[in-house]
């Protein structure tokens, strides 16, 4: 099991008859249309959220990005050869690695390498032939290691109590044919102001990811609002400073990304939190067949449709 500390980065659900909601009108939803809950204007916020929209997907495009993770691999105890050549465990392009670069070792939770193409391999910077690959620790406030093979990447990438190697690369398909995000049109109905309330202390909540690897997260208490009339509870995870919830609703699989959906919200004030659902956005795992993103908890599987945010994205690139 993976904990995941704050500040870390499901199925389809009821589709069906229950999208019917999603032809309610927004005022039927979240009261009227024509002031937002924190009193902020519409067209203000509406603009500041195409902003936002905007700057989420240059986050994904740059070359350290989402779209930039080109493989990953879980090696097996022992040595695991690494280069471009077919078969190797750590499979890297053709066009940017030697057939034979070198091994990767796992050997008592420890993933070491060794390179045997000497062609400027550097660790963290350094130029390197051998060297042990660390996870990120948070504990210690240090990132991962990170082995650089020309314009490709190396990291260790922890799933559940599995380690894994991540590769980075710009030039990977998924982002260089990446052909942008959708969204719902920008509505302030979706707007919407959420009692908050608390645990009596925070708890620890175990959820899974795509591959089915345990993850220990952080929730400080849970939100309560209504849709239609209807109540709804979301469990919080603690993500830095922010609220992080990690949701599926009845559009998902239609409309929406079918495992989950993210939505992150700024600390409660005077027991209210403000959930902006047009920011509504998805996982990595939305794009990138390379990625491990988490599964909602039961809790956050919403039985009516938020038509706002972020819309599936249907061009996702699938390996070979």
Excluded at 118 to 141: H, K, T
Aim: positive net charge; charged residues 20%.
């Amino acid at each position: 099991m993976t904990t995941v500390p704050p500040g870390w980065l499901s199925r389809c659900l009821l589709a069906g008859s229950l999208l019917a909601i999603a032809l309610l009108p927004p005022g039927v939803l979240a009261g009227a249309a024509g002031q937002a809950p924190n009193g902020t204007r519409p067209q203000v916020a509406s603009d500041e959220t195409t902003r936002w929209r905007a700057e989420r997907e240059a986050q994904l495009r740059a070359e350290n990005g989402w779209l930039s993770v080109a493989g990953l691999f879980f090696p097996q105890p022992g040595v695991n050869s690494m280069g471009s050549a077919p078969g190797s465990q750590i499979l890297l392009p053709r066009d940017a690695a030697p057939a034979r670069l070198g091994t990767v070792t796992l050997r008592d939770g420890r993933i070491s390498f060794e390179i045997i193409e000497p062609i400027g391999v550097m660790l963290n910077g350094r130029p390197a032939l051998s060297g042990d690959l660390r996870p990120a620790s948070p504990a210690e406030g240090r990132p991962p290691d990170v082995l650089k093979v020309g314009r490709l990447t190396l990291q260790v990438h922890v799933s559940g109590t599995r380690q894994a190697i991540r590769l980075r690369d710009p030039e990977n398909p998924v982002r260089t044919t990446f052909t942008g995000l959708r969204w719902f049109p920008v509505d302030p109905a979706w707007r919407l102001e959420a009692e908050f309330v608390p645990f009596s202390s925070p708890r620890r909540v175990t959820t899974l990811n795509v591959l089915g690897d345990e993850l220990e997260v952080t929730s400080p208490g849970v939100v309560r609002f209504t849709i239609g009339g209807q109540p709804i509870t979301l469990l919080a995870f603690e993500e830095g400073r922010k609220l992080w919830f990690v949701f599926t609703d009845a559009t998902a699989g239609v409309t929406t990304y079918k495992a989950a959906r993210f939505l992150y919200a700024d600390p409660p004030k005077d027991g209210r939190v403000l959930l902006d659902f047009n920011r509504a956005e998805n996982p990595p795992c939305a794009y990138n067949p390379f990625t491990t993103c988490p599964l909602p908890p039961r809790e956050n599987r919403v039985a009516l449709a938020i038509t706002a945010g972020e819309r599936d994205y249907p061009n996702r690139y699938q390996p070979r």
